[in-house]
């Protein structure tokens, strides 16, 4: 990790408040303590329940903040989808008023092996945004062989990194950007939102409204926070392909 005298760090700083207990993660996402795979399972799948991977994340140092689970319209609510997200018990690395977290994803129907993730979690918003795979690797772990060992230590890779996460983030307030290189990027992470632009109805500026003072100001970092809590939370007004006024919806899909 950079020395950086720019960086913000906190000795053994308790970055946490919420941090959640058994009891609570099963209430929010039971599929954590499905007792067994689904049934369509064939031999070759090593059962390893996210309880037991848990738990030895919990006593490597990672504390659960968060956790939930998709909705199983068709399939079984145990075996779905489920991500828990984690930090480290004493943090030493400040990102700008937001917490690095260790983001697990997993299910027991095939649809998902372990992932292991860099998350950032913004006070101000409590967002939690998940670091793309292009900017930082993720950690797959198949559902065979020491799964929990391999997820730990997935889990301590992905931490590392911690700083140099913090670093970007740095460089991103660093960065100004004109209005026309603000337009030019919210009209980039609408294409993502809406791959068909004649489908959205939205202008790109409508990304650009800050809807918290913390997000004011004309850098990278305040420029992606408007944009990701705009398409994240929806609301935004559009018409539709039939000329009709809707609002766009919130995303809460673990997949989107």
Known sequence: M????SLAFAPRSTAFTQALTLDDVRQRAPAVFAPTAHERMSSTYTFIPTE???????QAGFVPVDARQARARRA????????????????????????????????????????????????????????????FP??????????????????????ERF?????????????????DEQIRFAER?????????????IAPSQLLTC????????????????????????GLIRHSVGGRLTRTRRITSIRE
């Open 52 to 58: 037991q991977v848990l738990s030895g994340l919990m």
């Open 76 to 135: 079984s609510a145990l075996h779905t989808r489920h991500v828990v997200r984690l930090r480290r018990r004493f943090e030493t690395v400040q990102l700008k008023g937001s917490v690095p977290e260790v983001v697990l994803l997993n299910s027991h129907d095939g649809t998902s092996a372990y992932q292991l993730r860099i998350g950032i979690f913004r006070v101000a918003c409590t967002n939690g945004l998940i670091v793309s795979r292009g900017a």
């Open 138 to 159: 993720a950690y797959c772990v198949p559902h065979r062989g020491n799964v929990v060992d391999d997820v730990i230590d997935g889990a301590l890779q992905v931490s």
């Open 211 to 234: 809807r918290r003072p913390e997000d004011a100001g004309d850098d990278l970092w305040s420029a992606l926070n408007k944009v990701q809590e705009v398409l994240l939370r929806g």
């Open 189 to 201: 992470a609408l294409m993502l939102r809406f791959p068909d632009p004649a489908m959205t109805g």
């Open 2 to 5: 950079s020395a950086n005298p």
């Open 163 to 179: 700083g140099s996460l913090a670093e970007q983030v740095e460089r991103m307030g660093r960065r100004r950007l004109s209005n």
